[in-house]
């Protein structure tokens, strides 16, 4: 019977739920599924990382190479990311070029890299107007249950606190670059912004981490970002209904919280793998 009523009416079905403060999967409305993370997941990858927060799973993969500096910044270097969201996630996704939403995701990714100064791209520099470091981080979504923004974030700082970069020096004699691969180092991560996503149900209830049937039964989106600081990184809200400053700084505080748990577990996790080495 219940079955039935979910597929003849989802959104009364969901509203059930919503009233009595839970939702259909048990959880409450300000809580989060469980988050797993794993790093080194590609051993072909200069980084990498694979993130599940429910049944979305996601798994990323950096690589670095050399090239010349931008003409606007020759003492920097970059770094691209890029999301895919293939069919083998979703029947939602078709086979093709990137899609409104991979390309969405990997914009606002870029973003959040600029906005949250994650990374001193000065640091990717090896020598100025000559050549520096770029890295390219590919974003595979393996399997899509919602909320693919806070995966996003979560799997590619875990990856990139994973990389190891080899040391480059240029030959003064030759002008030519010599990489050692023996001597790696660590990229220096400035800051650990985490995103904290919520869907908004008849423009006044606001629940975290929706599911992939909650993105779609609700009336408004919204992804904020925030640092270790407390500091607020980016806020993404892609049109639906409007949201008053008192739910917006709930929305807020909410990511301030869950920042501390996933900086927590980054940490735990990456602490892990030299303990194991």
């Not at 019977?1 to 939702?23: D, V, W």
Request: proline letters at 6%; charged letters at 25%; hydrophobic letters at 35%.
């Amino acid at each position: 019977m219940a079955a039935g009523f979910k597929t003849a009416e989802p959104l009364e079905y969901h509203r059930s739920f919503l009233k009595e403060n839970c939702r259909p999967d048990g959880r409450e409305l300000g809580e989060f599924r469980p988050t797993t993370l794993n790093i080194s997941s590609i051993s072909t990858a200069d980084g990498s990382a694979l993130v599940k927060i429910g049944n979305t799973t996601l798994i990323c993969g950096i690589k670095a190479e050399l090239t010349m500096p931008p003409c606007d910044a020759p003492n920097k270097g970059y770094i691209v990311p890029n999301v895919d969201l293939p069919p083998l996630c979703s029947s939602k996704f078709r086979p093709g070029p990137p899609g409104e939403q991979a390309q969405a995701a990997s914009q606002f990714i870029a973003d959040v890299i600029e906005s949250s100064d994650l990374i001193n791209m000065e640091e990717l520099c090896i020598e100025k107007s000559k050549l520096c470091w770029v890295l390219y981080c590919d974003i595979m979504c393996l399997d899509y249950d919602g909320n693919l923004l806070d995966a996003c974030i979560i799997v590619l700082l875990a990856a990139l606190k994973n990389a190891q970069l080899p040391e480059v020096t240029i030959n003064k004699e030759t002008d030519l670059a010599e990489v050692d691969i023996q001597k790696k180092k660590a990229l220096k991560i400035n800051r650990h912004p985490v995103g904290s996503s919520f869907a908004v149900f008849d423009d006044s209830i606001i629940i975290v981490d929706p599911t992939a049937e909650e993105e779609s039964l609700s009336t408004a989106l919204l992804t904020v970002v925030t640092d270790e600081e407390d500091r607020l990184c980016a806020v993404h809200k892609p049109g639906g209904t409007s949201l008053s400053g008192e739910k917006l700084q709930h929305c807020i505080n909410r990511a301030i919280t869950r920042n501390k748990e996933i900086s927590k577990l980054v940490g735990k996790v990456i602490e892990s793998t030299k303990t194991a080495k």
